[in-house]
């Protein structure tokens, strides 16, 4: 073949390259399909008038056999662009080197999350934040009377339940466990919002736990150091220390190196960690 043939032959591959369509390149790769980490349902709920939507992850440990009943932990904020997929990573990576026991992962999808997780306020600054405010005792009611006995007919699960939420779901989780202690085992709060109404909870913290004699429950709180928080959890250490209820473990672990947008990840943690370790 002569240079010129080759210099041809060459040009036209690589024109018959150029020709083929991105269609035919897509035509030859495997075709993709949804990834799937757990579960998803939805309630339609008669204390929140509206349809809402629930993920499901389940993180077990390597000798666990797969119909073994889960202890649950159930998370407001818990939909896919919400915190559902890094706690459900955390859940998965603590279970499989071993620095939490196993559990489910329940997360519920917001809609109106300043509705939601907000008690009623007499504050008018409170009241800004959102259209609506003050449905907590509603979404406490659609938990324990909706989404638990769905939870527990759909899946195999323990007697045991927790809670976690950061912020505004964080304060959610402090009301539920001075209002209703009894909902669940577990308290996690991160950065709970307990400037809400004028720092009501923590005001009235000290009389509802004074009116147990005693309360077998775990209560966890870390605080970041953003500007307001670490002021707000030595209120609430106070309140817990002076209560001496008996059967109480509570824990409040201050993170003064992070702030309110940064402290969930790394909080979570430690609080799985802490409350959920595997037994010795």
């Known amino acids: 073949m002569t240079a010129r043939r080759k210099v041809l032959a060459a040009m036209a591959a690589t024109v018959a390259a150029a020709a083929f369509s991105p269609l035919q390149a897509a035509e030859a790769f495997s075709k993709a399909a949804p990834l799937s980490i757990g579960d998803t349902f939805t309630i339609d709920s008669r204390h929140l008038g509206e349809t809402r939507r629930i993920n499901v992850y389940m993180a077990r440990g390597w000798n666990d056999a797969p119909d073994a009943p889960l202890p649950v932990l159930y998370m407001p904020d818990g939909g896919l662009a919400e915190d559902f997929l890094h706690v459900a990573g ?30 009623p306020t007499e504050e008018a600054e409170d009241r800004k934040i959102a259209p609506v405010v ?11 009377e909706e989404l638990m006995p769905q939870v527990k007919a759909r899946y ?17 989780v402090m009301e539920t466990f001075l209002q209703e202690p009894q909902l669940f085992d577990t308290y996690i709060a991160i950065d709970p919002s307990l400037w809400w109404n004028k720092r009501q909870l923590l005001q009235q913290a000290s009389a509802k736990l004074r009116a147990h004699k005693r309360l077998d429950k775990t209560l966890y709180v870390a605080a970041s150091g953003e500007k307001g928080m670490p002021e707000l959890a030595q209120q609430l250490e106070a309140a817990l220390a002076g209560s001496k209820v008996a059967g109480l473990r509570w824990q409040l672990a201050p993170l003064p190196d992070e702030t309110h947008l940064t402290v969930y990840h790394p909080a979570a943690l ?8 595997p037994a010795a």
């Open 134 to 144: 003050g449905g907590s005792a509603a979404y406490r009611s659609f938990i324990r």
């Open 90 to 119: 955390l859940l998965q990576v603590s279970v499989a080197n071993g620095t939490m026991r196993s559990f489910m992962l329940v997360g519920i999808e917001n809609t109106q999350r300043r509705r939601d997780l907000t008690g």
């Open 156 to 172: 195999r699960t323990t007697q045991e339940s927790a809670i976690i939420g950061e912020s505004l779901a964080g304060l959610f």
């Open 270 to 277: 430690r609080a799985f960690r802490s409350a959920f370790k």
